[in-house]
């Protein structure tokens, strides 16, 4: 059995990278503010054109980045200003500030904050009035071994305040050149990047996003005096002071719209407009130069050799002997010992916390003895078994949905954040996560079909997990009586798709099958009253399972009935409601349901009205809605179903795909009339 693996050499991705090229030299745009320099003029404004339903707007938003080569080290300059004008209380969140520190080799090279300066601003009695931030209201949060976090929050921030912050923060990482975020929450009037870049680095720029970033660039010459190490001086460092040829980059941009989160996004990461900066080779002053960017192979035997990921996975794994052997016994074929060892893992460890690259032990055998790990390591873990019991397995890494996605062109390791396991028995492939106790063999989540991931095999090939390779089908059948007093009876059955079953047993183990069928007749109707409830494949987690109950609707003795058909089922709204979309819509599968309906009607009423028939297709062969009903004498049937045969839509298809789930929300939304016979 083959996994839904596609083997691709190009995939087209919403991020661009594009090369560096000359623009037209241009008179200099100069910022309209300063820092300190507010009056009450510029508390006028209670709305913006950019966007009238803001609640708060970045008027400026400044970075400048460059190179100091007169501190003893070569040193990575970062200084920002920000002014913002908060309109309404659901904008305070425009007052909170986060910067991020890295860990250096030492405490002298460790990333720091200077000149950090915050006001906020308001108009009292025609006044500006000013409140400092107070320098005990800044605090750090160490995140990781490696990572700090300065944060804090402008005081006594109003509707209609005005608030500023400007700082500068130095880094000794020659290499970590920090990108720029164009584009966020509240929209742009002005926002710009200036970054300079000595002859020495060779930087990709990597940029992406929808809108127009105007970019120009000089070279100048700038003195420098630092240490560095030679070209095989193992340790040694040389101090140099020389003139380079340094060039300027300048990133504008105006009035950039706000990006939203809309329904069917896998993250905002993929499509914010912004710049990053990977380093692919440096030039040292004595003319050697070296590839960092490195190459897949280069990441490969990192990472494989690491104690944190792969070191762990033959190395010193003898104790896995008895209780591989003692799991796989009496197995008739290696697909079984793999399915035997991947429960085995999944039933008898806990997975404490999930969407992790590497490992925190720095052996499987403390996993093992915890009964315990992170999602990486109860993976690697699997691989280890997998191993000793003579199969052909190694770890593939990803990154997940909510992540971003990573690119085939560079080996950038900080791209991904997830591990899972492959097995290659014979021409029959098989992927596993067994962090996931109630996953299938040889499935997935859903959250790593993103793209472009990378086997861990000598040849480190591509692999790619795609959402059109998910097919995710619903049947609903309703079987229903109406008797002579209004009342309706009958049964419900549903067979949902595979990830829809995975959710259900999710729910199920969280809060039991009562709760569960509760909340699913309130689902079918606000009104109905449920029995005989039945879930068969529960435990049976490699196919969806089959959810089933009785239910009975209340009516009346009424001369007129009139019928939603489409219990629980109906698309009351429409999930592409925002007017326009400037990034393309992500569903995470392709999706087909069907819903039928049988209705027995009793001798004394009768069809007035049916909804006419429907046939509408998106784009010909994208999508088709299906909506067919006919009556006859006692009885009337009812077939709908929507179908989308392609998970992903570009910007432009947006308008369409809207239009076409316009339709299908008015259309279930249509009645069904029955007549009391005279």
Same mark, same amino acid.
Request: overall charge negative; hydrophobic content about 35%; charged content about 25%.
């Given at each position: ?93 425009? &007052? ?166 809309? #329904? ?6 993929? #499509?914010? *407009? ?99 790990? %992170? ?48 097995? *290659? ?102 009104? &109905? ?41 109906? *698309?009351?709204?429409?999930?592409? &409601? ?83 789930? %316009? ?16």
């Amino acid at each position: 059995m083959k996994p839904p693996i596609i083997c691709l050499l190009g995939l087209c991705a919403a991020l661009f990278v594009t090369p560096i090229h000359a623009q037209d030299k241009k008179e200099k745009e100069k910022l309209p503010y300063r820092f300190g320099k507010v009056t009450p003029e510029d508390f006028k404004p209670k709305v913006y054109a950019i966007d009238s339903a803001a609640d708060a707007v970045i008027l400026a938003d400044v970075g400048n980045t460059e190179y100091n080569g007169n501190s003893g080290l070569l040193e990575v300059m970062f200084k920002r200003y920000t002014r913002v004008h908060i309109l309404h209380k659901a904008g305070y969140d425009a &007052a909170n500030f986060s910067i991020y520190l890295n860990k250096g080799y030492s405490n002298s090279t460790d990333d720091r904050v200077s000149d950090l300066k915050a006001v906020t601003y308001n108009l009292e009695n025609g006044q500006v009035t000013e409140t400092k931030l107070d320098s005990k209201s800044v605090f750090i949060n160490k995140l990781s071994e490696d990572l700090f976090e300065e944060k804090f929050t402008l005081p006594n921030v109003k509707e209609g305040s005005i608030i500023e912050v400007t700082y500068s923060t130095h880094s000794f990482s020659e290499s970590n050149l920090p990108g720029w975020i164009f584009q966020g929450e509240y929209p742009r009037i002005w926002t710009e990047y200036n970054v300079s870049i000595p002859e020495w680095f060779n930087f990709v720029f990597l940029r992406q996003g929808y809108y127009s970033v105007n970019e120009s660039h000089s070279d100048r010459r700038q003195n420098f005096n630092f240490r560095y190490e030679p070209d095989g001086a193992s340790g040694r460092t040389e101090t140099v002071n020389m003139e380079a040829k340094v060039t300027d980059w300048r990133f504008i941009s105006h009035n950039m719209p706000a990006l939203r989160v809309e #329904h069917y996004t896998t993250t905002l990461r993929n #499509h914010v *407009q912004s710049i990053e900066f990977q380093l692919g080779s440096i030039t040292t002053p004595d003319g050697v130069t070296k590839n960092r960017m490195g190459s897949w192979s280069k990441l490969r035997e990192r990472l494989m050799e690491s104690e944190y990921f792969g070191a762990t996975i033959d190395k010193n794994n003898g104790f896995l002997a008895d209780v591989v052997n003692s799991v796989t016994a009496g197995a008739s074929n290696n697909e079984e010992k793999a399915r035997r060892l991947y429960t085995y893992v999944q039933k008898n460890f806990t997975c404490t916390d999930n969407e992790r690259l590497t490992m925190d032990a720095t052996s499987v055998k403390t996993v093992f003895n915890n009964k315990k790990g %992170n999602s990486a390591e109860l993976n690697l873990l699997l691989v280890a078994m997998l191993r000793r019991a003579g199969l052909e397995s190694w770890p593939i890494i990803l990154s997940t949905r909510d992540h971003g996605i990573t690119l085939a062109l560079y080996p950038i390791l900080r791209r991904f954040n997830y591990t899972i396991t492959y097995l *290659q028995d014979g021409d029959n492939e098989y992927v596993m996560d067994a962090s996931k106790p109630l996953l299938g063999f040889n499935h997935l989540p859903l959250e790593c079909y993103n793209g472009h991931a990378r086997l861990l095999t000598p040849d480190v090939p591509p692999v790619y997990f795609v959402a059109d390779s998910i097919k995710e089908q619903s049947v609903t059948s309703v079987m229903a009586v109406l008797d002579k007093s209004g009342d309706i009876s009958g049964s419900y059955q549903q067979l949902p798709g595979y990830y829809s079953s995975y959710s259900i047993r999710e729910a199920v183990k969280t809060k039991g099958k009562e709760e569960f069928f509760k909340n699913a007749g309130k689902a079918f109707a606000s009104d &109905a009253a449920i029995s005989e409830t039945n879930m068969e494949n529960l435990d049976s987690l490699d196919i969806p399972l089959t959810e089933s109950f009785e239910f009975k609707l209340q009516g009346g003795d009424e001369d007129h009935i009139y019928l939603a058909p489409l219990w629980g089922e109906v *698309q009351k709204e429409n999930p592409f &409601a925002a007017a326009e979309r400037r990034y393309p819509v992500e569903i995470p599968y392709l999706i087909n349901e069907i819903y039928t309906l049988n209705l027995q009607l009793p001798d004394n009423y009768e069809i007035e009205e049916l909804p006419k028939p429907a046939l509408v297709k998106l784009n010909d062969a994208d999508g088709i809605f299906q909506y067919l009903v006919q009556g006859s004498g006692s009885s009337l049937q009812l077939r709908c179903v929507i179908r989308l045969n392609r998970a992903n839509f570009k910007p432009e298809e947006y308008n369409d795909l809207r239009e076409f789930y %316009n339709y299908i929300v008015k259309k279930e939304a249509e009645q069904i009339v029955l007549k009391k016979k005279a």
